[in-house]
């Protein structure tokens, strides 16, 4: 009797939970759907851009990637922004934020340290320089890819998760700053940490010299990383040699905070993680040419390799409508391959 007194008890909560974990399930898949399809672009209306000159025409194909017609160049980087900005505007967002050492402002104390390094080596100050000296056809090219890209965000400013779902994920624990017009510099500002990513192990070798130098001075310093020798061949001019007599030699009157050293070793290497440098991989690229008279069609071919670590979102995004491989934030067109009948360059 007691069994079935109990059975029927638990029949009678199920009946109560069942649906309601149901709907609570419900509603949470429901929230996840709209938050994903809320900030995906649209991609099948006419948009109309004040700042056009004529007619674009953006079809994607079947993999999502945009082919872009355009009456003018103008108006095919004004496009151009506006793509990326529809497809890869957070990404381009965390990169603009590593350019001005900003990340903190969106993530919170956890990159102070890199932010404060980025802002002492001067990444933004020096893509400012380059912005100011920029010829006019190339200012006017990102101006208008500038252009195009703030079309697309700023009337969506107010509301970053419509940008991106990543946004909506990062309000949960963080307030959102207000999401700043797109300028030149911010593109060029990327060129700087992808040249800082493309380094090498040049700082980290700077940073295991004056690591030597703290525990046993000059001498160890020669005996363990001996310097280039004088007499031997070098690229650079030898005015610049002239200009740096002191051959790898540190000031021994420089004190040296070894816990200073320590948390910048660590500020690099969580800035590295952020930007995908890998430490300890000689990276670079390779690029060939084939003469007409050695391939099956009798047309040269020219191929490169980039030698470009792995990110997720990648760091190439494609688009235009001679399939190229362009930079979102930076350059307009950065890899390419050219259609049938096509000039390549």
């Known amino acids: 009797m007691k069994s079935k007194i109990?059975?029927?008890?638990?029949?009678r909560i199920a009946k109560v939970l069942v649906p309601l974990i149901l709907a609570i399930a419900a509603v949470v898949a429901g929230f996840g759907v709209y938050s994903v399809r809320h900030a995906m672009p649209q991609t099948t209306a006419d948009v109309h851009l004040p700042s056009l000159v004529g007619r674009v025409e953006v079809i994607r194909d079947r993999f999502g990637v945009p082919h872009i017609y355009a009456d003018t160049p103008e108006d095919l980087f004004r496009a151009q922004g506006f793509v990326h900005a529809q497809d890869r505007f957070f990404q381009m967002e965390f990169w603009r934020r590593i350019g001005q050492g900003r990340l903190s402002e969106l993530l919170g104390k956890s990159t102070l340290g890199q932010d404060r390094f980025i802002r002492t080596v001067g990444w933004n100050r020096?893509?400012?320089r380059d912005a100011a000296t920029?010829?006019?056809e190339a200012r006017g090219v990102l101006d208008a890819y500038a252009d195009g890209l703030n079309q697309y965000v700023q009337p969506r400013s107010g509301d970053p998760s419509s940008l991106a779902l990543e946004f909506r994920i990062l309000r949960l624990i963080n307030t959102l700053p207000t999401i700043e017009p797109w300028q030149p510099v911010h593109s060029l500002g990327w060129a700087k940490v992808m040249a800082w990513e493309l380094r090498g192990d040049a700082f980290d070798d700077e940073l295991d010299r004056l690591a030597i130098f703290e525990r046993g001075g000059q001498p160890l310093l020669d005996a363990l990383r001996p310097a280039y020798p004088q007499d031997m061949p070098v690229i650079v001019p030898s005015t610049v040699a002239a200009a740096n007599p002191s051959n790898g030699q540190l000031d021994a009157h420089a004190p040296v905070d070894s816990r200073a050293?320590?948390?910048l070793r660590d500020d690099v290497a969580a800035l590295d993680a952020l930007i995908g440098h890998v430490a300890g991989h000689a990276i670079g690229s390779n690029n060939w040419v084939v003469a007409g008279s050695q391939t099956s069609t009798g047309k040269?071919?020219?191929?490169?390799d980039p030698?470009?670590?792995i990110q997720m979102p990648s760091i190439a995004t494609k688009s235009v409508s001679i399939v190229v491989s362009s930079v979102p934030a930076a350059r307009m067109i950065w890899l390419a391959r050219a259609s049938p009948g096509c000039r390549a360059w």
Do not use: F, R
Request: hydrophobic content about 60%; aromatic content about 0%; charged content about 5%.
């Open 307 to 309: 030698h470009l670590s």
């Open 300 to 304: 040269p071919l020219l191929a490169n």
């Open 6 to 11: 109990l059975l029927n008890l638990v029949v």
């Open 261 to 263: 050293l320590a948390e």
């Open 126 to 128: 020096s893509a400012a």
């Open 134 to 136: 920029l010829t006019p």
